[in-house]
């Protein structure tokens, strides 16, 4: 009996079972996954199902697969789980960001060492104590990439937050915790990659202050993600995310966690 091919592609992104590259850059934005192979040597769209399109290529010899995964925690991570079916073992995602921290100015770049877990998802996966964090050579290759490129960036600790917009419930302030910047998808890649013991990390181009009450009209004008500086800051972030893949398939190529689940 032949086999059924619907079988071959997985169920709920339809990204093929098989034959992925397997380091992946994963963006929230499905036309940020094109601009960002376009950069890349022999680019093919490989799927595009619902806010999930997917694209392979090459940078600098490494193939590499680009990913989008929408906006929010639970629908990225159906993306993020499926790539790794996939066998993708090495992720980074590119995305954008809220400054938090005073001194990160739009364009700059957020380097991600953990994240705190408002994703909306995993809470329903595991409890809160559980910690999202990015691999060490993930970060050391990010910010080694943005050296080389010249592209001024900052580490620490994301909030990854589910509500994008504020409601009548009060904001926790984590006002003294140190955090970085804001963003809806990056705990829920860090902790699908510890269950699955595969490496994973983030960098975050900032494209305005969002801060306490999530939206700082006075200091944006109003959230406003498509400006200049923020296309330069994205242009910068595409060539340092593909740059720390490459170093982590060559130079990082990892002593992988062992004991991750599935
Ligand atoms: O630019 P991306 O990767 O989509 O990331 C950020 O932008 C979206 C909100 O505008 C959310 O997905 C958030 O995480
Ligand atoms: O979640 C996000 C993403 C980008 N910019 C923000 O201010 N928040």
């Known amino acids: 009996m032949t086999q059924d091919p619907r079988q071959d592609l997985l169920p709920v992104t339809r990204i093929p079972r098989t034959g992925l590259p397997a380091h992946a850059l994963v963006v929230g934005d499905p036309a940020r996954a094109a601009a960002v192979a376009a950069l890349l040597d022999g680019a093919e769209e490989v799927s595009h199902h619902r806010e999930y399109r997917v694209f392979s290529g090459s940078w600098k010899g490494v193939p590499v697969t ?3 995964h929408g906006v ?3 629908g990225a991570i159906l993306m993020f789980q499926e790539l790794a079916d996939a066998g993708i073992h090495t992720f980074l995602r590119f995305g954008t960001a809220g400054a938090i921290r005073p001194g990160i100015g739009d364009g700059d770049l957020v380097i991600a060492e953990a994240a705190v877990r408002d994703d909306g998802v995993t809470q329903q996966l595991l409890p809160p104590e559980y910690p999202a964090v990015a691999a060490p050579e993930a970060v050391l290759a990010l910010q080694r990439a943005a050296r080389e490129v010249g592209a001024r960036h ?4 994301v909030w990854t937050r589910a509500a994008f917009q504020p409601g009548p419930l009060p904001l926790f302030s ?3 915790a140190g955090l970085a910047a804001i963003e809806m998808e990056l705990s829920a890649l860090l902790v699908t990659a ?3 013991g595969l490496v994973a990390g983030g960098v975050l181009v900032v494209d305005g202050a969002n801060a306490d009450e ?3 009209e006075d200091a944006t004008g109003g959230y406003n993600p498509h400006r200049e500086v ?3 800051g994205v242009e910068r972030g595409a060539l340092v995310s593909l740059e ?3 170093l982590l398939s060559e130079e990082y190529a990892a002593d992988r966690p062992e004991g991750g689940g599935a």
């Open 66 to 68: 680009v990913a989008s």
């Open 72 to 74: 929010g925690g639970p």
């Open 154 to 157: 900052h580490r620490g600790i």
């Open 174 to 176: 984590y006002d003294g």
């Open 194 to 196: 510890s269950l699955r």
């Open 214 to 216: 999530l939206v700082d």
């Open 230 to 232: 923020v296309a330069a």
């Open 244 to 246: 720390a893949l490459r």
